[in-house]
T-cell receptor
């Protein structure tokens, strides 16, 4: 079936540096791509989404890039902070009747002090 | 706290027993979802409610699983005759109707079947 996957299971960055988390997807029919952050013992938390007809969207300290040619999605976090340490998931959303999310397996971000 | 609430947070049960989890979504949210998450993996969709109607079920949802949302507010997920393979985090999420992509997740119920 269709799936969303991630390239790297763990990313370690120095506090203050920028982080880039990558994701490959396979379903070209998805309407939105969404990044979620999950801290230990908590449920996933919405970070930012991007519609499939866009290639870039910026939020507070985060930027999502979408390259539909190679089916690649990335999340850039500027000036990474210790509070950014978590597992990050990309997910795809089809705006059908359910709006259910299809998640990948996650990348753990570790921020070194 | 006006977020999605799940109870219990943890459940340990013996194989073969039945368990029931509860989810209280954000009050004005019409859509309610159940997901299952195993260690190191992303959440997997189980089922979806729009108000009180269960409109979609994943093939992952075997006959031992049943979910309800009787009044369109809270929901329950019951697993009968639990198996060790049912051990996972069960997450509930809710969202508004059309046009809203953001789903809000609860903290989950961690089930351990021994």
């Amino acid at each position: 079936g269709e799936s969303v996957g991630l390239h790297l299971p763990t990313l370690s960055v120095q506090e203050g540096d920028n982080s880039i988390i990558n994701c490959a997807y396979s379903n070209s029919a998805s309407d939105y791509f969404i990044w979620y952050k999950q801290e230990s013992g908590k449920g996933p938390q919405f970070i930012i989404d991007i519609r499939s007809n866009m290639d870039k969207r910026q939020g507070q300290r985060v930027t999502v890039l979408l390259n539909k040619t190679v089916k690649h999605l990335s999340l850039q976090i500027a000036a990474t902070q210790p509070g950014d340490s978590a597992v990050y998931f990309c997910a795809e959303l089809q705006m059908d009747s359910s709006y259910k999310l299809i998640f990948g397996s996650g990348t753990r971000l570790l921020v070194r002090p | 706290d006006t977020g999605v609430s799940q109870n219990p947070r943890h459940k340990i049960t013996k194989r073969g027993q039945n368990v029931t989890f509860r989810c209280d979504p954000i009050s004005e949210h019409n859509r309610l979802y159940w997901y299952r998450q195993t260690l190191g993996q992303g959440p997997e969709f189980l089922t979806y409610f729009q108000n009180e109607a269960q409109l979609e079920k994943s093939r992952l949802l075997s006959d031992r699983f049943s979910a309800e949302r009787p009044k369109g507010s809270f929901s329950t997920l019951e697993i009968q005759r639990t198996e060790q393979g049912d051990s996972a985090m069960y997450l509930c999420a809710s969202s508004l109707l059309r046009g809203h992509t953001e789903a809000f997740f609860g903290q989950g119920t961690r089930l351990t079947v021994v």
